[in-house]
């Protein structure tokens, strides 16, 4: 079974910094492009950052200059580096992945949550 576990989210407080991780197990023939997405009360799923395999990368406006992806392939690990902590950045985030396990077709997975609260 192919899934994702990320770790990392927590409290913080404004201006400070966290990191996330997202892991992908399984038996995986490839990812394609791997991502983290956001989520508070009351709002739709948003998008925060996705990179490719080959390294393309695409941020949110609203943390553009302060969050950084990266992803490390032969690991199947992708990071979000989060700085300058916003209270608005408060929410669930929500690793993201196309996945293509071995013998089958590529499939969209997400991760099971983690909390973020940036609050003094």
């Known amino acids: 079974q192919v899934k994702l576990v990320e770790s990392g989210g927590g409290l913080v407080q404004p201006g400070g910094s966290l990191r996330l991780s997202c892991a992908a197990s399984?038996?995986?023939?490839?990812?394609?492009?791997m991502g983290w997405y956001r989520q508070d009360p009351g709002n739709q799923r948003e998008l925060v950052a996705t990179v490719t395999s080959g390294g393309t990368k695409n941020y949110a406006d609203s943390v553009k200059g302060r969050f950084t992806i990266s992803r490390v392939n032969a690991e199947n690990t992708v990071y979000l580096q989060m700085n300058s902590l916003k209270p608005e950045d408060t929410a669930v985030y929500y690793c993201?992945?196309?996945?293509?396990?071995?013998?089958?077709?590529?499939?969209?997975?997400w991760g099971q949550g983690t909390l973020v609260t940036v609050s003094s």
């Open positions: 993201n992945a196309n996945v293509r396990p071995r013998g089958r077709d590529y499939l969209e997975l």
């Open positions: 399984g038996s995986i023939a490839g990812i394609y492009a």
